[in-house]
Nanobody, 125 residues
């Protein structure tokens, strides 16, 4: 089982930036496909971004493309989500997720077997 711990959430004004981090343990990190999801109040959890084992392949939800960047540092067993040009509609709890499956560009939550506890991001207008 993989343990995931997110950090970096907080309150930011619209147009600002935040960087989320997710530290992993319990399994060889370089063999985990990683993803970020988010859940806004009253809404279902949705895919935000995904990244392959080595970091060469990434994909994004249309709503964040061009503003968010997912990256990873396998030496530190950490995945990041750089969020720029934040909007009030980005307000949500952000979750880190891990999959033992090879990267396929999947956006399905069911493909990710391990989840962090989430970190709150609030964007004020």
């Amino acid at each position: 089982q993989v343990q995931l711990v997110e950090s970096g959430g907080g309150l930011v004004q619209a147009g600002g930036s935040l960087r989320l981090s997710c530290a992993a343990s319990g399994r060889t990190f370089s063999r985990l496909t990683m993803g970020w999801f988010r859940q806004a109040p009253g809404k279902e959890r949705e895919f935000v971004a995904g990244i392959s084992w080595g970091g060469a392949l990434t994909n994004y939800a249309d709503s964040v493309k061009g503003r968010f960047t997912i990256s990873r540092d396998n030496a530190k067993s950490t995945v990041y989500l750089q969020m720029n040009s934040l909007k009030p509609e980005d307000t949500a709890v952000y979750y880190c997720a891990a999959s033992v499956r090879a990267y396929s560009g999947s956006r399905s939550q069911t493909d990710f077997g391990s989840w962090g506890q989430g970190t709150q991001v609030n964007v004020s207008s």
